[in-house]
């Protein structure tokens, strides 16, 4: 079997909008995958529900998990601004974005 550190650094990008019923799960099916070297990305857009709140308890779970766990929050600019602005926050050698509903 191959090293963990030998993997492909692959970046999981979520963007979340008033997904209050939906991130937490979406969050935990990523922790759970097999490959173990993600980085992972999670882009609040200015959620009026309680979504950012899941995402806080969500973090030490993260961190334990990913060799690298950023969240951002943020006023509202709409999905296109907010998949470009994460973007640029990868490091992986591939990138997927995850809907916070998914």
């Not at 997904?19 to 173990?36: A, D, F, L």
């Amino acid at each position: 079997m191959m090293e963990e550190k030998s993997l492909p650094l692959v970046s999981v990008v979520v963007p979340c909008y008033n997904h209050e019923k939906y991130v937490k799960e979406t969050i935990e099916s990523i922790i759970n995958q097999t490959y173990k070297n993600i980085e992972l990305i999670v882009i609040d857009d200015g959620s009026k529900d309680n979504s950012v709140e899941i995402i806080k308890e969500m973090i030490p779970a993260c961190e334990k998990r990913f060799p690298r766990f950023e969240f951002r929050h943020r006023e509202n600019k709409g999905l296109c601004k907010t998949l470009n602005e994460a973007l640029k926050w990868c490091n992986g050698q591939y990138v997927s974005f995850i809907a916070s509903d998914d």
